[in-house]
């Protein structure tokens, strides 16, 4: 099932007011950029972070999952939680880099 236009809109709801969001498209599914910067991927009408160690003890009680086949573990963030989901982003926008540019041909 993918996601659809409603969740991702959801989501992004959700996280309003911790810097620029913008969503992205990708293979039927979704990633939400903070500042430019990739930190929730939403599959399936779920949203997902990665497990870094910034973020453990606030996600000591997430469930763990796996967005797409071949992925790593990541966190299943609490999205409802807009709270929990605004502290999460803030915390993985500081150490994510911005995404390296394409090269043109």
């Known amino acids: 099932m993918a996601t659809t ?7 992004c709801e959700q996280i309003c007011g911790v810097g620029e969001i ?3 498209k990708m293979f039927g599914e979704y ?3 903070v500042n430019n910067k990739p930190v929730i991927i939403v ?8 497990q870094l160690k910034e973020i453990c003890d606030l996600m000591k009680e997430a469930e763990i999952g796996f967005p797409y086949k071949g992925a790593k573990e990541h966190y299943v963030l609490d999205i409802d939680d807009s709270e929990l989901s605004k ?7 500081k150490v ?8 043109k041909i």
């Open 5 to 11: 236009n409603e969740f991702i809109e959801y989501v």
């Open 31 to 33: 990633m939400v950029y």
């Open 43 to 50: 599959c399936n009408n779920t949203a997902y972070v990665k």
């Open 87 to 93: 502290n999460i982003v803030v915390e993985l926008e």
């Open 22 to 24: 913008r969503y992205k």
């Open 96 to 103: 994510t880099p911005l995404p390296k540019p394409k090269k």
